[in-house]
């Protein structure tokens, strides 16, 4: 089973900047598409960003502009580069392999994800 392991969570003001990083064990990272989840207290865990092995990207409406999906395949690792954070954006943030960029569907385990909290 591939392992992620994601950092770069934290406490910001709104209109503040964080990057994520993301972590995943095993050999074949780089044949696989990856995005980026996060989940807010009492909501549905949602798909917000994400990346093909080829370097396609594709985002929900609501962070289009001011989130940036990038990976680096040599050291097995997804970022989320997050700016103009707003209060709306606070969740529980994990990443996990994909069967499709377009789609929702999670391959893996999930991780422990990384805290992000935005004040106002």
């Known amino acids: 089973q591939v392992q992620f392991v994601e950092s770069g969570g934290g406490l910001v003001q709104a209109g503040g900047s964080l990057r994520l990083s993301c972590v995943a064990s095993?050999?074949?990272?780089?044949?696989?598409?990856m995005g980026w989840y996060r989940q807010a207290p009492g909501k549905q865990r949602e798909k917000v960003a994400a990346i093909s092995s080829g370097g396609t990207t594709n985002y929900a409406d609501s962070v289009k502009g001011r989130f940036t999906i990038s990976r680096d395949n040599d050291k097995n690792t997804v970022y989320l580069q997050m700016n103009n954070l707003n209060p709306e954006d606070t969740a529980l943030y994990y990443c996990n392999g994909l069967l499709s960029i377009y789609g929702n569907f999670a391959l893996h385990p999930w991780g422990q994800g990384t805290q992000v909290t935005v004040s106002s």
């Open positions: 095993g050999n074949s990272f780089s044949l696989n598409h």
